[in-house]
């Protein structure tokens, strides 16, 4: 057999694809390669993705990387953190706590896959897993308020620390919910923004009430 | 081959098909049984069609396999058909298809009963407005319920909320469109739903200002006038669906003892405590009241003292 002798590839016929050399950053023989990689790289990846997209929600410019690459991880550490804060704020000195931790988070999770619902039925072009990252996501305002808040009520809890609560929560609820428009709204037609902006407004207006009305023991 | 799958499959299967998992001391102790059964006759045997079938034993196992891998495929193809027929939200997207104008017109449409009776009125069948109506309810419940300090554990608070709203909504719709049924009206369950949800608008515009001014005399103002209103519109509505007086007095005297007996709770089941203390009070000496089992904001609390004291001078 002649022809099998030479086994080079001739220069005319196009071989496409990326099995010799990862071109792209996203090709499937990334997975391959990472697989080499330290755990800790693959733990700063994926923790700067989230800081990045952190800072994306704290000054929230139109772009489109908090939806492109969604991710969880970040929703959740918020979504715990808040429930965890949100504790101990009881009347009942019995109660350990338990109810709270799962009433913030049924609230947060259950109140985003409603939003994301409506917004879908609404002709939205976002997709579902990209609507809940950006709802989580934009809970960090009022995680933030939450801290101020606790520092605050260390401080003492008259009138002066009420009014100072009063203030942070509001500007960080109106903070979350402009966030999370400026993201959301772009996906809609336009003559329903309205629409989907108030279960938004309605969603973070009950966390932060739960916010505001809470007292340490 | 889907090892994987077929294991879940070939357990449930009947054991005549034949396992290729078992060790081969099993198997040959079945190819043995199944040399005697031969022997014996084929008439029980239509289940072994398959080694039967071609006579070769050896490959028993093989087509067992590709039977339970095929039964497993035929499966998951319907699991999946039903599921995105069920689970399809698509059908849920006619319902949401609104305008915010269109929105705004019909909360202010639900405060206004229609006169025409004789003509059988109009029922957007929409499920955007109630949906957010019934929301908003909650989140003005919760308010309330921690302004007056119902429930000490917080887990319950979300809970009661949304089941009562939900449990109000969909709990009496199906009811009354259960009696229309019986009482020969033409409204769909839909039509049903949003008449109900859109009624809801009276009850929030009405606990929102009660929750936050404490007045009495003012909730039975709103109570009767708001919630009087919404009644009416959506009795004016159901009349005009309706043909016969018994059917109409049924029908809608069931909807407005429900409709308003169910402000008339919702104030008062979340009011206890606040009425609690009004009752406490004599004269214009008047305590500033402490609460003690929640710190309510100092804020509210001057609110309310200010109410109190001048709902004592009032009496």
């Not at chain 2, 089992?293 to 100092?298: H, L, N, Q, S, T």
Request: aromatic share 10%; with cysteine.
């Amino acid at each position: 057999f002649p022809g099998l002798t030479d086994v080079s590839i001739s220069e005319d016929i196009p071989v496409e694809g990326e099995i010799t050399v990862p071109v792209g950053s996203h090709s499937p023989d990334e997975d391959f390669s990472t697989l080499d990689e330290p755990v800790r790289e693959t733990i700063m990846r994926d923790l700067k993705a989230v800081g990045k997209k952190f800072v994306h929600v704290m000054y929230p410019k139109k772009s489109s990387a908090l939806l492109r690459d969604w991710d969880l991880w970040g929703p959740l550490v918020l979504c715990v953190s808040l429930a965890l804060m949100l504790q101990g704020g009881s009347a009942d000195s019995r109660d350990d706590g338990g109810p709270q931790f799962a009433e913030v988070f049924v609230i947060i999770w259950f109140g985003a896959v409603v939003i994301t619902l409506n917004s879908k039925l609404l002709g939205g072009t976002i997709s579902f897993f990209q609507s809940l990252c950006v709802l989580g996501y934009c809970v960090l305002p009022l995680t933030v308020a939450m801290l101020v808040c606790r520092l605050v009520l260390l401080a003492g809890s008259g009138t002066i620390s009420f009014i100072i609560r009063l203030i942070v929560v509001i500007a960080m609820f109106g903070w979350s919910t402009l966030a999370s428009t400026a993201f959301l709204a772009d996906s809609q037609p336009p003559n329903r923004k309205a629409l989907v902006v108030y279960p938004i407004f309605l969603f973070y207006f009950v966390i932060s009430w739960m916010i505001l009305t809470f007292t340490p023991q | 081959q889907s090892g994987g799958s077929a294991v879940i499959d070939m357990e449930n299967m009947d054991d005549t098909s034949g396992s290729s998992f078992e060790d081969m001391g099993e198997m040959h102790q079945r190819m043995k049984e199944e040399e005697e059964e031969e022997v014996e006759g084929d008439a029980g045997a239509a289940e072994e069609e398959d080694g039967e079938f071609l006579g070769m034993k050896g490959l028993r196992g093989q087509l067992g396999r590709q039977v339970a891998d095929q039964m497993w495929q035929v499966g998951k193809r319907q699991a999946s058909r039903a599921f995105s027929l069920y689970a399809n939200i698509d059908i849920l997207r006619p319902y949401f298809d609104v305008e915010p104008i269109q929105v705004r017109a019909r909360l202010l449409e639900s405060m206004i009963p229609v006169k025409m009776v004789n003509f059988p009125q109009k029922i957007a069948g929409e499920l955007y407005g109630p949906l957010m109506l019934v929301f908003t309810l909650v989140a003005i419940l919760l308010h309330g319920m921690k302004t007056s300090d119902t429930i000490i554990r917080e887990g319950t608070l979300m809970g009661t909320a949304i089941g009562t709203c939900f449990g109000y909504w969909l709990g009496v719709s199906s009811f009354i469109y259960f009696l229309a049924y019986l009482c020969n009206a033409q409204i769909t369950m839909v039509q049903m739903l949003s008449l109900l949800g859109y009624g809801l608008f009276g009850h929030c515009i009405t606990l929102f200002v009660t929750y936050n001014i404490h007045f009495h005399s003012l909730f039975y103002i709103f109570w009767l006038g708001v919630g009087g209103l919404s009644t009416l519109r959506m009795v004016a509505v159901l009349v005009s669906r309706t043909v016969g007086h018994t059917q109409r007095l049924i029908l809608c005297g069931t909807l407005a003892a429900l409709h308003m007996l169910f402000l008339l709770y919702l104030h008062f089941a979340y009011h206890k405590v606040v009425e609690g203390i009004l009752d406490t009070l004599e004269g214009p000496n008047i305590l500033p009241f402490q609460r003690v089992a929640r710190d309510i904001p100092v804020v509210s609390n001057a609110v309310l003292n200010t109410t109190a004291k001048a709902i004592a001078l009032t009496l």
